[in-house]
């Protein structure tokens, strides 16, 4: 790890203190920022004490799985749940994960992509449906039954349900229009009382006629940076973005990098390979705009967005205090 960051996030349990503290008061103002997931052992030594996860003085792996969330909620209030967009989270494992945190710790589930993806993807776990029409794609009432009903047991834990559209093709929409009138279908079948958020990688998406659908149905634009979006700076200058009374976003990649490519390159994801300042002013921009607004704003930062996703929220706040006044505790 290079000098400048050494210090965001030390070994020392006791020198997490003033983050856990200025990430604990920005809660409390409604700013949860949390990472992509969490069972990174590449951060054992910053957020994670190895100590803790041995068995027979040799770190268990297994230990680690089960049990690294309760580490991670004494210094984060939120995090993103990735896993639920494989597969449809069931009560049990969601009991589970409350378990290991308090009561004012908030979770982004992924909505799985048997709702969202248009086409299944060619990849080994869908099998031979792979390539093929997805015949569930916005079915509200499938959306429902197995993905709303099993968070009803952690109602109070759900920061966001997030909603991530893959790119479209040209089979998969003649026009931006046609998925937008089917968006908004879907969103009017929903319940009510949850915190929906959208995100969407085609570009030509991004206009008022999408985001006033948005609002109308009361669910926020999830802002995000993404290999092959636009800049998130950029997409906070879009007129109507702020669609609803919260708001998300997803910090993930660099613009112009390949998903997988960056997964080899950055692992074990333990240090800050390739800072993005730019990106992390924007973060800071989102932030302020979302207090000056009174907009609670959940933002999660994936590992491949700088190398380190703990250490890349530690770099946020750092310019955050740099440059503003939030509330501390």
């Not at 060619?122 to 509200?140: D, I, M, S, T």
């Not at 634009?221 to 708001?247: E, M, R």
Request: charged content about 25%; glycine content about 6%; aromatic content about 14%.
């Amino acid at each position: 790890m290079s000098d400048e960051f050494a210090s965001l996030l030390p070994p020392e349990e006791d020198a997490l203190q003033p983050l856990r503290q200025r990430l604990a008061a920005l809660a409390q103002a409604g700013i949860y920022l949390g990472t992509s997931s969490w069972k990174y052992p590449g951060w054992l030594g910053y957020l994670y004490t190895q100590s803790r996860y041995e068995f027979r003085s040799r770190f268990s792996e297994t230990r680690f799985q089960q049990h690294c969330l309760t580490e991670y909620a004494q210094t984060f209030q939120a995090v993103g749940v990735d896993a639920t967009y494989y597969h449809f989270p069931t009560e049990k494992s969601l009991r589970e994960l409350a378990a290991h945190v308090p009561a004012d710790f908030r979770f982004s589930f992924k909505v799985t992509d048997e709702i969202t993806a248009k086409r299944f993807p060619p990849l080994p776990r869908h099998a031979e449906r792979g390539g093929l029409p997805n015949p569930n794609f916005l079915n509200a009432d499938l959306c429902v039954r197995e993905f709303l009903r099993p968070l009803e047991v952690i109602r109070e834990h759900v920061g966001l349900v997030m909603f991530e559209f893959s790119r479209f093709h040209a089979p998969d929409f003649a026009r931006g229009r046609d998925f937008v009138d089917a968006l908004d279908r879907f969103l009017g079948e929903l319940p009510a009382g949850w915190r929906y958020g959208v995100e969407v990688r085609n570009r030509n998406l991004l206009h008022p006629e999408f985001f006033g659908r948005l609002a109308e149905r009361g669910v926020a634009y999830l802002f995000n940076q993404w290999s092959d979006g636009i800049a998130l700076d950029s997409q906070l200058d879009l007129p109507g973005c702020w669609t609803t009374g919260f708001s998300g976003a997803r910090l993930l990649t660099r613009p112009g990098t390949d998903y997988e490519e960056r997964e080899r390159q950055l692992q074990p994801f333990d240090q800050l390979r390739e800072p993005f300042p730019e990106a992390r002013t924007a973060a800071v921009r989102l932030i302020r705009e979302a207090t000056q607004r009174g907009v609670p704003l959940f933002a999660h930062f994936g590992n491949k967005f700088e190398g380190c996703s703990p250490l890349s929220i530690a770099a946020v706040v750092a310019e955050l205090d740099q440059t503003d006044g939030l509330p501390e505790n």
